[in-house]
């Protein structure tokens, strides 16, 4: 399958876009004390490259700008509101970065994707991304942190909490945290992220992804089909060695989800829904209640229900703009966050609670494919992991928005070639 220079030169940006996204994610070199490796500068470098290719080539319709306009103009006011009502402007030049900049852009991106039905390409960068780093924390993870067959190299003082220095295997793996469970009891994988939790929130992203649109219509070969299945596998067991509770229940989630999406005579049948419907919720009960149930006496229990409790109590303090963005000492009596709801209510308020939630609820109302179940895993995440100013969680923001804006939410390969080394696309001629 031939590609032209131009689609080729798009397939390295948007590489280059989600290797950035991923450096943001509250990585090591994200974190990092003593060198700033501008990662936000370069990130929107790259967002405003796929802006520009989005505006010239993709060109989006005037009906797609007018709905752009009528949805984001109220948001734009309550954003310019939330500026005048807060009192802490020490990080305000990130906010407009975030919200007036690279929102924006990056929804008429989406736009564009949706429409010309490249969404699961797009996505697929971030999913080949993360399925490298996997294989190669698992490596390290085995024969360095589990086996000590290999010892690193050097290291890395990032702050995270406190200032730590992370031991670092060549720069692509690092040693944190530890997982004392009845059946183990060593470090958990990290990846080249500050803490697992987070690692585990980048690899059912990547899962997410992968599972929910990629789609049967399309022809693969038996390579091509061995490709899938291996970065399956590799993503779920890393999510295993992150020792994550989160991961492992959203995990669960995503492919029960897949599973009845993917088998709709399911649903036909009334009674078979139900049982498998009970059955599965059964299973996912249980689960949950004994892996929370072996943690409540855990520190990492005890520090979250801290923080939810200050979180709230800092919240009704200023319930509407809350204490400023940014705010580090808005939630007093806690000794680091551990989740994102508590830091957009207490720093935020209502207005920036909408902001977050609203593009997820409509989505979530008036859609009734992927995009639903999406909706309904990052909201969860919102719920138990800190990410919430990171460029991560700016861009699936950004796609809550493109999906509510476009009006053509159907997730439609019609069109679609995958090549078979999985790592650029091409298109049939219309």
């Keep these: 399958m031939k590609c032209s220079v131009k689609r080729v030169l798009v397939n390295i940006i948007e590489y280059m876009f989600w290797a950035m996204i991923i450096l943001d994610l509250k990585t090591v070199y994200r974190n990092a004390s003593e060198t700033d490796y501008h990662i936000p500068e370069l990130v929107l470098l790259f967002t405003l490259l796929l802006t520009v290719y ?244 855990n520190v990492s229990y005890l520090l979250r229900m801290n923080d939810y409790y200050h979180g709230f109590k800092a919240w009704l303090s200023n319930p509407i703009f809350g204490t400023g963005y940014g705010d580090a000492n808005s939630i007093i009596g806690t000794g680091g966050i551990s989740n994102s709801l508590v830091v957009i209510l207490s720093q935020g308020g209502i207005i920036l609670l909408i902001i977050y939630v609203v593009p997820f609820i409509i989505t979530m109302i008036k859609n009734n494919n992927v995009y639903r179940y999406i909706s309904i895993i990052i909201l969860m995440e919102i719920v138990v992991t800190v990410f919430q100013y990171t460029f991560f969680m700016m861009t699936i923001l950004s796609l809550a928005y493109a999906t509510v804006i476009s009006g053509n939410n159907r997730v439609s390969l019609k069109r679609k070639m995958i090549s078979p080394n999985g790592f650029v696309d091409c298109y049939r001629p219309k």
């Excluded at 991106?109 to 490249?118: L, M, P, Q």
């Excluded at 690193?152 to 702050?159: D, E, L, R, T, V």
Aim: net charge positive; aromatic share 18%; charged share 15%.
């Design 54 to 297: 989005s505006l010239t080539v993709n060109k989006i319709t005037t009906k797609e700008m007018r709905r752009m306009v009528q949805f984001f103009l109220p948001i734009m006011l309550l954003l310019i509101m939330y500026i005048i009502g807060s009192s802490y402007h020490d990080y305000m030049s990130n906010f407009i970065v975030r919200f007036f900049i690279f929102l924006p852009m990056l929804i008429i991106v989406f736009t564009g994707i949706i429409r010309r039905n490249r969404m699961y390409s797009f996505t697929q960068k971030y999913v080949i991304l993360i399925t490298i780093m996997s294989a190669i924390s698992l490596v390290f993870w085995l024969f360095g942190s589990q086996l000590h067959i290999i010892n690193p190299n050097g290291y890395i003082k990032a702050f995270w909490g406190v200032d730590y220095s992370y031991p670092s295997y060549f720069g692509i793996y690092f040693e944190r945290q530890r997982a004392q469970l009845p059946f183990f009891n060593g470090l958990r994988n990290i990846g080249i992220f500050s803490e697992a939790p987070i690692f585990s929130l980048a690899l059912v992203g990547a899962l997410m992804f992968e599972r929910f649109f990629i789609s049967e219509k399309v022809s693969l070969s038996k390579s091509r089909r061995f490709f899938l299945g291996a970065k399956d596998y590799i993503l779920v067991l890393t999510i295993i060695t992150t020792f994550s509770t989160t991961g492992y229940i959203i995990t669960m989630l995503i492919y029960l989800i897949d599973y009845l999406r993917k088998h709709p005579e399911i649903k036909k049948k009334r009674r078979y829904r139900y049982v498998v419907g009970c059955f599965a919720g059964i299973i996912v009960l249980v689960v949950a209640f004994t892996l929370v149930k072996q943690r409540q006496d």
